[in-house]
């Protein structure tokens, strides 16, 4: 019987001391908000208040952290709690015997109802998640462009600057392919026209114009044509009057020239990322030093692109771009202690232009018109009709340059490989029977098929890498 009642004394301790845990739990239930249900955790706006009634009467209240939420008893059952700071603290009921009635957590945040509402009307229909954490606001979700995700940001600023959390995503096409088309023509147009005089007997001899040094002089009263005359217009005409020779040299020459200068690259880079593209080389510069030494420094040439994409709102790219054609000129080269260095043609542009998909952007022009016209001619002399043309040389010189820089601009999606085709796939080294027997120095067959054979039997423009829209 002694043991029985041990047994039975020490349920009923073990009961009564399990009795206030399992009462807490299930009095923290009873604990709702007015007309919205029960909660064990209680939500509280920040500067906003909330009335919360207990389903027991109680008769103390206390708050573990005031600066958090204040609250004040509007009767035995009901409570208001008003957030003050952004925070998380414990509410304590207590009935009149002092025993525990539950501990709710009180949990304050930043009130987030009026920013949903202005999101949603600023951007409407975009899937942006609103969360608060701690003090601060939390966005998730994905937007349809980096602009948007920039205004959401910059709403959510308004509302809790400087403890705004981003975890957005830019959604749809985000890679660019720049195209940049540099095309440009130069003519040239020069007439030259000039007579030289040439003349020896008796005790004087002497010349005009290209005659009128010794070597040249010489060779024309010899009959020959100056050597030093680089004119392929040149006409030599003589006579003689017993001892006296004359010699006339008529010079004349038209040139005409037109050069076309064509570069297409292409590049792609992520929106917001910057990309670079070279082709061409480095040109070795020396530069001086202390003490009479020399350092090389190398400048690049070619064709040079560079920009910075950046998706705006839905398929407006923004670009901000440098690009440039540039070429070495030996014809305006200098001499430095003995190093020939050479001039650069360059033709460059740098702007940030908007355009839409697949929308090109003439970004530079250039018409350049240059003439030049001289006219030489002994004094008085070059003035007399008809034969004063004997003692004057005129030239006429006229060029001409025109240059337009165009991009596109188009949002890509990369592909798969088989689909891709290279500009080596066009042509394959020859048979030995080729090569020996019929002097081809490559074939044109192929082995493979499918999509990039297809293509490679195309020309240059086409898909190498990515898919456009």
């Known amino acids: 019987m002694k043991i029985d ?43 906003r208040a909330v009335v919360v009634e207990s389903d027991q009467p109680f008769a103390e209240l206390s708050i573990a952290n ?3 939420a204040d609250i004040s008893s509007l009767s035995d059952r009901t409570i208001y709690v008003l957030g003050k700071s952004p925070g998380l603290t414990t509410l304590t009921l207590l009935d009149a015997t002092g025993r525990l009635i539950t501990n709710v957590n009180v949990r304050v945040a930043a ?37 948007r995700l920039q205004r959401a940001l910059d709403l959510a600023e308004r509302y809790a600057p400087e403890r705004v959390s981003n975890l957005m995503s830019v ?36 010349g005009i114009n290209t005659l009128n040094n010794q070597p040249n002089l010489t060779g024309a009263l010899n009959g020959n044509i100056p050597a030093t005359n680089q004119n392929t217009g040149a006409i030599l005409f003589g006579f003689s009057a017993g001892a006296t020779q004359i010699r006339l040299l008529i010079e004349a020459l038209e040139r005409k020239g037109v050069v076309r200068t064509l570069a297409e690259p292409n590049l792609s880079a992520l929106s917001g990322q910057e990309a670079k593209f070279l082709a061409g080389g480095e040109y070795p510069i020396p530069v001086a030093q202390r003490d009479g030494l020399f350092s090389v420094e190398y400048k690049p040439f070619g064709i040079e692109l560079s920009f910075i994409p950046r998706v705006l709102d839905g398929d407006l790219i923004n670009l901000e771009l440098l ?6 000129d030996p014809n305006n080269s200098v001499v430095v202690n003995g190093f020939n260095i050479a001039a650069f043609a360059r033709r460059e542009t740098s702007t940030t232009v908007e355009l839409r ?7 530079a022009g250039l018409i350049e018109d240059e003439f030049l ?15 004063g043309a004997l003692f004057r040389s005129a030239n006429y010189q006229r060029s001409q340059t025109e240059l337009v820089i ?38 044109t067959d192929r082995a493979g098929g499918g999509a990039a054979s297809e293509v490679a039997k195309q020309d240059f423009s086409g898909s190498y890498g990515y898919v456009l829209d």
């Open 5 to 47: 009642g041990w047994i039975k004394a020490a349920l009923l301790g073990l009961s009564l001391a399990c009795t206030p845990i399992i009462g807490s739990m299930a009095q923290a239930e009873n604990l709702r908000v007015v007309k919205k249900g029960t909660a064990a955790t209680l939500d509280v706006p920040m500067n």
């Open 66 to 68: 005031p600066g958090i």
């Open 111 to 147: 009130d987030v109802t009026e920013f949903k509402e202005r999101l949603g009307q600023i951007l409407p229909g975009e899937k942006i998640e609103v969360r608060t954490a701690n003090d601060g606001i939390v966005l998730s979700g994905t937007v349809s462009s980096a602009q």
């Open 171 to 206: 959604g749809g096409v985000q890679q660019v392919m720049l195209k940049v088309r540099f095309a440009e023509m130069q003519r040239s147009v020069s007439k030259s026209l000039s007579a030289s005089l040439g003349f020896s007997g008796g005790d004087a001899t002497g």
């Open 323 to 328: 690009a440039a054609v540039s070429s070495l």
């Open 357 to 363: 998909d697949g929308e090109s952007f003439a970004i």
């Open 373 to 387: 016209d001289n006219n030489s001619q002994l004094p008085w002399i070059g003035d007399v009709p008809v034969l």
């Open 406 to 443: 165009i991009v596109t601009a188009h949002l890509v999606t990369p592909t798969r490989g088989e689909a891709l085709a290279l500009p080596t796939d066009r042509v394959k080294p020859p048979s030995e029977n080729g090569l020996f027997l019929y002097g081809q120095v490559s074939s």
